[in-house]
């Protein structure tokens, strides 16, 4: 260790302070580094003598320090110096183990999933209401293929006539999250929520997006007036009353922010007769309404009116249909709709129990074996290019008034 400098003609004897500051160089300015580092510098100045005395700003800095100890910040050896921190034995210490254990209990009861033949839903501690959709990667993976089909199908993320300075927009149900993640892309100043009731979203996300965990059939949480674009898809059968939501939607809108609901009917149609009577396309979305009757949920949305009608009930005006023909398989000529009906049909076939299984089992009473069965002859149909099934889409949006 190298011995304290001396100040030049110093009669008095140093204090320990004095000693410790003089053991500290002088810290460089940012302009004698840049100088220092200049590829054609100045004529260098005469180097300080190690007895010169100090500035009147360093003293007036080491006075400061000397002064009031609370104007230094501390070197790292001091916290070593104290050791690790011994747990306190007063009734404070244990609120952060509280913390931690509420944390933990309310993370595991999240992640309770429900389980049916192996296929895992939502858990009941965020919903009460069975909501038919399995949470797991399989189904997952057939829906993310169905938002392509249906991007292809739209032509865009909304319909809506947004503007590029939007501030904060919602997607309710919000799944693996795919739509919202696109949303925030295309918007980078928009913040961005996505919500659902399984926290099966990936992590790495944009910087303006972020997901939560929400039931959108109780009373949402957001304030009112603050959202300029509400998103909903592919809700169908979640809930009994969608004017409910709509009317939430509507609080929590903007004046002269807008609300995109897109939805499909269970119910594979053909214009050509092919979807025979009794077949199993034909049967997939007649057994899907039955259930939803018996266990008092809207299956139909896109059917019966619900959505325009609903929105129209709640405040909503400006109110704008349209409808989309997905193809349910790579039957038709034109190349586009060829394509949207490839990525349907890899949706179909990569999940049919998925899509079946629990409005089949739980609810009409279906064993195992039958559900197995039926999506065999689902998935036979699907291959047979003869048969033009397809599903509708229906597109509502609105506006809240100014």
């Known amino acids: 260790m190298s011995s304290p400098v001396k100040k030049a003609q110093s009669p008095e004897p140093q204090s320990p302070q004095q000693q410790q500051k003089a053991k500290t160089p002088e810290p460089t300015s940012p302009q004698k580094a840049v ?69 933990a209990s309310i993370s595991s009861s999240i992640l309770n999933y429900r389980t049916l033949n192996g296929r895992t839903y939502h858990s009941d501690s965020v919903a009460n209401n069975e909501y038919w959709a399995p949470n797991d990667p399989k189904h997952m993976e057939a829906l993310e293929v169905l938002y392509h089909a249906l991007d292809l199908a739209r032509g865009g993320l909304h319909l809506a006539p947004l503007k590029d300075d939007i501030e904060n927009a919602v997607d309710i149900g919000t799944g693996s999250g795919l739509w919202a993640i696109d949303f925030a892309d ?27 965990i929400d039931d959108a059939t ?25 004017t409910d939501i709509y009317k939430e939607a509507y609080r929590c809108c903007k004046p002269g922010g807008w609300i995109e609901h897109y939805d499909v009917s269970p ?31 809207d299956t139909c949305t896109a059917d019966n ?52 299984q629990f409005m089949y089992s739980n609810v009409m009473g279906w064993s195992k074996e039958e559900v197995a069965v039926y999506a065999a002859h689902m998935r036979r149909e699907l291959k047979d ?18």
Not at 67 to 85: F, I, R, V
Not at 267 to 294: I, P, W
């Open 305 to 356: 009116g619900t959505m325009e009608n609903g929105m129209k009930e709640a405040g909503f005006v400006n109110v704008q249909i349209k409808d989309i023909k997905l193809p349910i398989s790579p039957w038709p000529k034109d190349p586009k709709q060829k394509e949207i009906g490839l990525y349907t049909y890899a949706t179909m076939t990569t999940d049919v129990e998925g899509l079946v």
């Open 218 to 242: 109780k009373e949402w949480t957001f304030k009112e007036d603050f959202f300029d674009f509400v998103h909903i898809m592919f809700l169908n059968g979640c809930c009994g009353n969608w």
């Open 35 to 103: 100088e220092a580092k200049s590829p054609t510098p100045a004529p260098a100045p005469a180097p300080a003598s190690p007895q010169s005395p100090q500035s009147p700003a360093s003293a007036t800095a080491a006075a400061a320090v000397a002064s009031d100890p609370s104007n230094s910040a501390l070197p790292g050896t001091h916290w070593t110096q104290q050791g690790l921190p011994r747990e306190d034995n007063d009734s404070d210490s244990t609120l952060g183990s509280d913390v931690e254990s509420s944390t």
């Open 267 to 297: 119910l594979v149609l053909s214009d050509d007769g092919t979807v025979l009577e009794g077949s199993a396309m034909d049967q997939y979305g007649k057994v899907f309404r039955e259930a939803g009757k018996r266990v008092g949920i």
């Open 385 to 402: 290019m003869k048969i033009h099934g397809y599903f509708n889409w229906k597109v509502v949006y609105a506006q809240k008034p100014e």
């Open 186 to 212: 295309r918007y980078p100043n928009c913040n961005v929520i996505g919500t659902d009731i399984s926290p099966i979203q990936p992590s790495w996300v944009p910087p303006n997006l972020r997901f939560e």
